[in-house]
């Protein structure tokens, strides 16, 4: 499928899912948020893809929040129902998704753009990056699972002051916070998001998926996340790839995983 918004590159298994409104500082508008779930739900279904990596056009911004422009007259009920199909189209999705995503956050992080980040489940960002959630500045909140997912990452007190304060923050601070896994460069900032997807690639990608399943359980009180992750190991001996794990364990050589 072609998109007006969003970039798809290919490199062997991996996926590049790229937000190409660059003009616009890559804002998600609701045009854009329907082809970012169009484009996962592909990626998530094809086979041939292993892992995602999604990232902003150009060097400014991952992606600068929602568009504003669409929130004019919008009323209480138009409010919660931006909220929920954001969330639950997109940010849910991308986090259950059964394959790692990985975000290259280039530039600038915020808002709608940052909960975009946060959503996916390792983050990586260049040395110039700037995060942060100011929807406090116009009279809002965050409304696409920020205050849930930045309390998990960085802390209760910590979420708190970003939010309340909408400041931003640096690369090197969000790495301190825990919010970013890894700082690079701008110019290798890719390369080093190639380089932690192709290391979980090698893995078994059942196995893979099962362990997102199980992880993600443990910040959801609804959930008991120790049935959750004994329910997924389970299934793990049903497959075709663990009994390959073992026995190129025994073996003593390099598994070949098939998703089976």
Request: glycine share 10%; proline share 3%.
């Amino acid at each position: 499928m072609s998109f007006q918004n969003l970039l798809i590159e290919n490199k062997e298994r991996i996926q590049y899912i790229i937000i190409n409104r660059e003009s616009k500082l890559n804002a998600l508008n609701k045009a854009t948020l329907a082809e970012l779930h169009t484009a996962f739900y592909e990626a998530f279904h094809n086979r041939e893809v292993g892992g995602i990596i999604i990232t902003g056009a150009g060097q400014k911004a991952f992606a600068a929040g929602a568009d504003i422009a669409e929130f004019v007259d919008v009323d209480a009920e138009g409010g919660r129902e931006i909220a929920r199909q954001g969330q639950t189209t997109v940010f849910d999705m991308i986090e259950n998704g059964n394959k790692p995503v990985i975000a290259a956050i280039n530039g600038f992080a915020l808002g709608g753009g940052l909960e975009l980040a946060m959503a996916c489940h390792i983050r990586l960002a260049a040395d110039n990056a700037k995060m942060g959630l100011p929807e406090v500045t116009l009279g809002l909140m965050p409304g696409y699972g920020g205050t849930q997912r930045l309390s998990w990452l960085v802390g209760k007190g910590r979420a708190m002051e970003l939010i309340m304060t909408a400041d931003m923050i640096s690369a090197p601070e969000a790495h301190q916070y825990g919010l970013v896994n890894h700082v690079a460069s701008q110019a290798q900032l890719l390369d080093k998001a190639e380089e932690v997807l192709n290391k979980i690639l090698s893995n078994g990608p059942l196995a893979i998926a099962s362990a997102i399943t199980a992880i993600n359980a443990a910040f959801h009180p609804d959930e008991n996340g120790f049935e959750t992750e004994i329910n997924e190991f389970s299934k793990c001996f049903g497959t075709k790839d663990m009994k390959e794990g073992i026995s190129a364990f025994l073996q003593k050589r390099k598994p070949e995983f098939k998703g089976e």
